[in-house]
T-cell receptor, first 117, second 115 residues
Framework: GAVVSQHPSWVICKSGTSVKIECRSLDFQATTMFWYRQFPKQSLMLMATSNEGSKATYEQGVEKDKFLINHASLTLSTLTVTSAHPEDSSFYIC?????????????FGPGTRLTVL | GDSVTQMEGPVTLSEEAFLTINCTYTATGYPSLFWYVQYPGEGLQLLLKATKADDKGSNKGFEATYRKETTSFHLEKGSVQVSDSAVYFCALIYKILGGSEKLVFGKGTKLTVNP
């Protein structure tokens, strides 16, 4: 199957700093990428959907100025957590879908564990 | 909105034991149902799916049947192996206003299989 990578796999930062997480599709062109967030013992919650070359669509309750998403190429999307605070500590997962794929044909990255001190 | 409820783990079994992970859903209409698996250090992978009532999805010895009458999609395997140790997520896709779709996940169930 298609491969999606995330970098870094884990990151620890101080409160108030910004953190960038990369999501790459390694062997296919991802026209759509999704960013999810997972708290311990909770479901994956969709944060936003990004289509290459256009602005991301954020889910209700997700602050677009805090979670900046850029999908500038067909193989890379980035999520930047700006001015991170301890409550932003979570597991962030991206997924990617190629052109003409059905919605459930998303390939997921391994996730990034963010800890904000 | 639509939602998925799956049994809480963790689940610990011995090799060759029978596995059931319960999943029920709440939905308007008829969603497609999925089981995803996440092995340690890897991304979620689609394990199996069913798109309409009475469909049975199967893969790698795992099975799940779409039961509309009980709104369930329980995951079963007759004889688990150590390599099945992973986190399993039940999920559904539903259409929202405007025709777009959304994946909704359960909380995940961690399975550990001991030799």
């Amino acid at each position: 199957g298609a491969v999606v990578s995330q970098h870094p796999s884990w990151v620890i930062c101080k409160s108030g700093t910004s953190v960038k997480i990369e999501c790459r599709s390694l062997d296919f062109q991802a026209t759509t990428m999704f960013w999810y967030r997972q708290f311990p013992k909770q479901s994956l919650m969709l944060m936003a959907t990004s289509n290459e070359g256009s602005k991301a669509t954020y889910e209700q309750g997700v602050e677009k100025d805090k979670f900046l998403i850029n999908h500038a190429s067909l193989t890379l999307s980035t999520l930047t957590v700006t001015s991170a605070h301890p409550e932003d500590s979570s597991f962030y997962i991206c997924s990617a879908r190629g052109v003409f794929w059905s919605y459930n044909e998303q390939f997921f990255g391994p996730g990034t564990r963010l800890t904000v001190l | 909105g639509d939602s998925v409820t799956q049994m809480e783990g963790p689940v610990t079994l011995s090799e060759e034991a029978f596995l059931t992970i319960n999943c029920t859903y709440t939905a308007t209409g008829y969603p497609s149902l999925f089981w995803y698996v996440q092995y340690p250090g890897e991304g979620l992978q689609l394990l199996l799916k069913a798109t309409k009532a009475d469909d049975k999805g199967s893969n790698k010895g795992f099975e799940a049947t779409y039961r509309k009458e009980t709104t369930s999609f329980h995951l079963e395997k007759g004889s688990v192996q150590v390599s099945d140790s992973a986190v399993y997520f039940c999920a559904l896709i539903y259409k929202i206003l405007g025709g777009s779709e959304k994946l909704v996940f359960g909380k995940g169930t961690k399975l550990t299989v001991n030799p």
